[in-house]
C-alpha cells in the first residue's frame, strides 16, 4: 500500500505542479492582457490630447482672424473718423469765414445806412408807372461800397488744418 500512497503522492505532486504551471501561464495571459490594454488606453489617450490640441489650435487660428477682421474694422472707423474730423473743420473754417464776411457787409450796410441815409435807391417819381415801387439806380451796383457783386467761393481745405 505503500506503493499505492506513494503513486498517489506523486500524481498529487504531479497535479500540483501542473495547477501551478497553469496558475503561471493565467498570470501571464492576464500580465500581457493588461499591457495590451494599458497601451491602448495610452494610445486613446495620446489621440484625445491630439484632437484635443488640434482643436485649440483651429480655435486660435480663427480668433487670431476674427481679431484681424477687428483691427481692419477698427482701422477704417478710425479712417472714417479722421476723414470726418477733418471735414468738419473746414466746415467750421468755412462757418468762421462767412461769419467775418456776414459781420462786415453788415458793418458796410449801417456805415452806408448812417451816411447816406438807406443807400441807393431812386426817387418814385421818376418811375413811369408812379406805383411806390422803388429801384435801385444803375450807379448803386457799379458803386464801390456796394459789395453784392463779391460773390467769391470760400475755399477751405483740410490741409489747412494741421494736427
Known amino acids: 500500500m505503500a506503493s499505492s500512497s506513494g503513486t498517489s ?3 498529487s ?5 501542473g495547477s501551478e504551471e497553469n496558475l503561471q501561464v493565467l498570470m501571464v495571459q492576464r500580465k500581457r492582457k493588461r499591457m495590451l490594454s494599458n497601451r491602448e488606453s495610452a494610445r486613446r489617450s495620446r489621440m484625445r490630447k491630439q484632437k484635443h490640441l ?15 477682421q477687428i483691427i481692419s474694422s477698427l482701422n477704417i472707423t478710425s479712417q472714417h473718423y479722421m476723414n470726418i474730423e477733418a471735414d468738419n473743420s473746414v466746415l467750421r473754417a468755412q462757418a468762421a469765414e462767412l461769419n467775418n464776411r456776414l459781420q462786415s457787409l453788415n458793418e458796410i450796410i449801417t456805415f452806408l445806412n448812417a451816411n447816406h441815409g ?4 431812386e426817387d418814385s417819381s421818376h418811375n413811369s408807372n408812379n406805383n411806390n415801387f422803388t ?17 467769391q467761393p470760400i475755399m477751405a481745405s483740410a490741409e489747412m488744418f494741421q494736427y
Open 135 to 151: 429801384e435801385p439806380s444803375a450807379d448803386c451796383f457799379f458803386n464801390p461800397l456796394n459789395l453784392s457783386y463779391l460773390n
Open 13 to 17: 505532486m504531479l497535479q500540483n505542479s
Open 54 to 68: 488640434d482643436d485649440l489650435t483651429a480655435q486660435m487660428a480663427q480668433l487670431k482672424k476674427e481679431n484681424h
Open 9 to 11: 503522492s506523486v500524481s
Open 118 to 121: 438807406g443807400g441807393c435807391v
